[in-house]
């Protein structure tokens, strides 16, 4: 019998005062039962717009059937088929905007879980099957992918089912890009990125770490390696900031190196070699799912008081309302509808070191109110004279956006960039460059992970067409 209930199976989660203070994954997942039960929520639409909305378009409707079968092995290869990271795009897809967004349930309550089950499929699946893909024939062809974040692994993956000699090239120690150095261990664990990448080696996938294209090796080079195509998926690593006075003091860092010297560097462990400043109070200045992500991390740091300073309001947050709802729930403070105007300082005399550079002891802001549309539509925030106040902080955390990093245009001839430094594509994910192709966060600047995915099978799937002919 179908599950008409209104409202969706909640997902389990460790207590917010517990959580607030480990690195312990704050979801805990369904079980078989409530997984089931789910999946009888599904009523199966013959024109799946869910489908239409997923940009790797996993086919939704059936993987839910043998859900609601109990053949959970089937559910995941269906997902397989078209998504290389199902355990990631479970956990940090931004499904209730995508596929949940047009599921028919929605209209009179709440979607299906459909990231939730693509979850416990995902784990499912990784917990019990030990099994190794079955490896494809070669096709004689050489791509080379350039970064292993989501568009890099994406577009590996595709390629690699369908016989191509795959190597990714990795500019960290680790493989999985913004999978392993921007999401926390509590959203996404470490763990479960290493078990997809190790799935994709499996497959055939060679990772090269430590290489760092346009520095160790350029574009041009991999061609003279006898590499057909290649695949940029480098991200978008530069940061973005404010220009307003104090940027530069100790204690401002931006979301990018704060989440880099925890998610990958450990530097919550005792000595650690990469450190980062600890407790206090810690201003993260942005709204999206990286500024929430960063203010939970303080949290977890020790941090006494965190706070999310944003120039719009709660309705215009751009992170995802379960973050929010997480972050709020661990006592993380809201100061919306503020802007920074300085970051201000105070030298230690005792160390000319430090009274050269100075060290945060607030942040000054001032209060904004909504005015007219911008050109995205959404109403632009208007300074408020006379509204100036001080946050006493000693850690300010700057997530307002990231850019793609520069290196790879300034060491590749022919390759067209935008005003943002974002790569030039068309819509098969080609550059200017011919047999170069790019894709997620260093063409878009900063987006999510599920989008760079999609980005990557188009790729793949242009770059299958051009080597196959």
């Not at 977890?300 to 995802?320: C, F, H, N, Q, T």
């Amino acid at each position: 019998m179908p599950n008409m209930s209104l409202k969706r199976n909640e997902m389990p989660t460790q207590d917010a005062k517990i959580r607030a203070r480990n690195f312990d994954e704050v979801a805990l997942g369904y079980s078989k039962e409530t997984a089931i039960d789910e999946a009888m929520r599904c009523l199966d639409c013959k024109n799946m717009p869910c489908v239409g909305a997923c940009p790797v378009k996993i086919r939704i409707p059936e993987f839910i059937s043998k859900i609601k079968e109990g053949d959970f092995e089937a559910a995941y290869q269906i997902i397989s088929k078209t998504s290389s990271l199902p355990a990631v795009c479970g956990r940090v897809c931004p499904q209730e905007t995508q596929c949940e967004s047009k599921c028919v349930r929605g209209i009179k309550g709440e979607s299906v879980g459909i990231g939730r089950l693509e979850r416990f499929v995902a784990d499912w699946h990784n917990t019990f099957c030990t099994e190794a893909p079955a490896k494809p024939e070669s096709n004689g062809h050489k791509v080379a992918v350039v970064g292993s974040g989501p568009s890099g692994l994406t577009c590996a993956g595709d390629l690699a089912k369908k016989g191509y000699d795959v190597t990714i090239y990795e500019a960290l120690h680790t493989a999985g890009g913004v999978l392993v150095y921007g999401i926390p261990e509590f959203r996404l664990p470490k763990s479960i990125v290493a078990k997809e990448v190790e799935t994709l080696e499996k497959l055939g996938v060679k990772i090269e770490t430590n290489v760092v294209i346009g520095k160790t090796l350029t574009v041009d080079e991999l061609f003279e390696m006898g590499f057909e195509a290649v695949f940029i998926g480098s991200g978008a690593g530069l940061p973005n900031f404010m220009g307003i006075p104090g940027e530069s003091l100790n204690g401002v860092y931006s979301a990018n190196e704060f989440l880099t010297r925890s998610n990958l560097m450990k530097s919550y462990e005792e000595n650690p070699q990469t450190p980062i400043m600890k407790g206090g109070h810690v201003a993260v200045v942005g709204g999206g799912n990286v500024a929430m992500d960063a203010a939970r991390t303080a949290l977890r740091l020790g941090a006494e008081k965190v706070y999310i300073v944003y120039r719009r309001s709660m309705d215009e947050l751009p992170a995802r309302r379960e973050e929010v709802e997480h972050a709020e729930e661990e006592g993380i403070e809201f100061c919306l509808l503020c802007n920074p105007t300085e970051i201000i300082g105070y030298n230690n005399p005792d160390n000319p070191r430090d009274a050269k550079n100075g060290f945060v002891c607030g942040m000054k802001c001032i209060r904004m109110e909504l005015g007219e549309p911008d050109e995205k539509g959404r109403r632009r925030p208007v300074e408020i004279a006379g509204s100036e106040f001080t946050i006493d902080v000693d850690t300010v955390i700057m997530s307002i956006g990231t850019s793609p990093n520069p290196l790879i245009k300034s060491t590749t001839d022919g390759l067209d960039v935008n005003s943002r430094g974002g790569i030039i594509i068309n819509e098969d994910g080609l550059t200017s460059r011919n047999a170069v192709y790019a894709g997620g966060d260093a063409v878009t600047g900063a987006a999510t992970v599920i989008s760079a995915m999609g980005a990557g099978k188009t790729a793949a799937k242009a770059i299958d067409e051009a080597l196959s002919k």
